[in-house]
């Protein structure tokens, strides 16, 4: 470690360096110490999403030329898959909620940990077991799963991968996301501190409060869901084979019932993120709070009803198509409802368009161009039209890598800060963020345009035609990469040796910034007590 700079607000590293033997990886790996915890889960995700974005990278790579490129058909298979499922299990799905909001929860509430602390490094505990099964997956058995990350039947009971294990994988992994929900839903509940009312929670607790629930009540739907891909697979209960009697799309229904509503533990907790850095780098307290709160409770509701535009050429009656497809419009209400608060909010703000900010900013671009291809996609009509291409691809990673990810990166420039007391070079920081804007959009509406002109997804090989949309897409591909290696060099950097910070270097108004950077290991040495809302910069004395 570096030289020991004490903070502007406090003289020692707060809850990072407990005298002594606090900081052995003994004391780390079974502290039930929330913000230790966080950074446990922090640490991990972000290794499983270097290792998912050298995947990624890897596809691209094949994708460079028609014919093979750098790897065979089956290898192809495997790679997507694995891209795939570490992406969305161990990224995208615990990424802001099992890291963020286990370091921040407890502080925004100006409470002294989550609800039940042990349950929460118990969670941990799941999550690098499933993590870990996942990443065995990979070298056992029949070699790497094959089945993409959607695991759809009949093919998923028949292939002789490693299917089985990959998906105990995910099962523990869904347990370790429900019992996070517990956790946040009670610490929400009962660890408030004195004055905040529901009026008063930060917007990104009332995010993670309306993901938790959707944890709680959807993830169970998926657990059970895996376990009859085992038992078909290693019984033949022909529950999924039409040769006895069973039905596979009644797998696609389950699944999607689970993992459309995924989607939204994906992404609410990034907005929720959003909405806690706009109204601070606007100077302005927030438009429309309660439309912003309780609009993500209507998206985890309405949300809930529309798995089925994953199916429309499943076969379905045209009933039921319409029903899903209006639904699916209907879910746009509440998202454009975030979008028109966040902009209401900049309206005549004194606007710093400090790292943080900018990644905020770019998550209401991208999000907004996903959300829009993604009506392109609840429309039953052009779905038919696109479905399997790579204009989905490039659809979903609008809305999860340009959306969700970007609101990772937020927080990460937001929070980090606080948590290490020491701040990184917001001069790299911004140079890295252009390269990943600028790389995302290439990467990422190239391989739309491609989608839409026929070039399928999941194919290894595509004709000629498609070669130059190709090209530009995996150039893309690497500018995006060169700014995340920017960007994770730089934070590195500024952990490890970066400017001492103050308790509260961009002026919120939350709790988190009245306590020294980093927090002690108690949070708040009195119990503090709520006298204004989140946004009231002016009584909060930051304005
Ligand atoms: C937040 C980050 C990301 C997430 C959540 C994510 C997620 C996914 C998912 C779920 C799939 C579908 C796999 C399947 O069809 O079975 C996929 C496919 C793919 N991803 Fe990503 N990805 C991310 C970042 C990247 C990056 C950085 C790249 C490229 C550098 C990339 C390139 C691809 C490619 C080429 C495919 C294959 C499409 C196909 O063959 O169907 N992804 N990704
Ligand atoms: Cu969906």
Known sequence: MTDPTPSAAGSDRGFLARKGEGSTILAWITSTDHKRIGLLYLYAILSFFLVGVVLGLLLRLELLAPGRTIVDAQTYNALFTLHGVIMIFLFIIPGIPAAFGNLMLPLLLGARDVAFPRLNLFSWYLYMTGALLALTALFTGGGPPDTGWTF????????????SLAVT????????????????????????????GWGRLPLFVWSLYATAWVQILATPILAITLILILAERLLGTGLFDPARGGDPIMFQHLFWIYSHPAVYIMVLPGMGVVSEIIPVFSRKPVFGYWAIALSSIAIAGAGSLVWGHHMFTSGMSDMAILVFSFLTFVVAIPSAIKVFNWVATLYKGSIALDPPMLFALSFVLLFSIGGLSGLILGAAATDIHVHDTHFVVGHFHYVMFGGTGFAFFAALHYWLPKIYGRMYNKRVATIAW??????????????????????????????????????????????????LFLMFGNLLRGVLSGEPVGANP???????????????????SVE????????????????
């Open 434 to 483: 252009g390269f990943m804007f600028v790389g995302i959009n290439i990467l990422y509406f190239f391989m739309q345009v491609a989608g839409i002109r026929g070039m399928p997804r999941r194919y290894y090989d595509y004709l000629p035609e498609f070669a130059a949309l190709n090209q530009i897409a995996t150039v893309g591909s690497w500018i995006l990469a060169f700014g």
């Open 152 to 163: 759809y039947v009949p093919f998923s009971a028949r292939t002789t991968t490693n299917v």
């Open 528 to 543: 503090p007590v709520v006298t204004h809302g989140p946004y009231d910069f002016r009584e909060a004395g930051v304005l």
């Open 169 to 196: 994988a995910v099962f523990i992994l869904g347990f370790s996301s429900i019992l996070t929900g517990l956790n946040f839903v009670t610490t929400t509940h009962r660890l408030r501190a004195r004055g905040m």
């Open 506 to 524: 961009w002026g919120g108004a939350t709790l988190e910034w009245t306590v020294p950077s980093p927090p002690p290991e108690e949070n708040f």
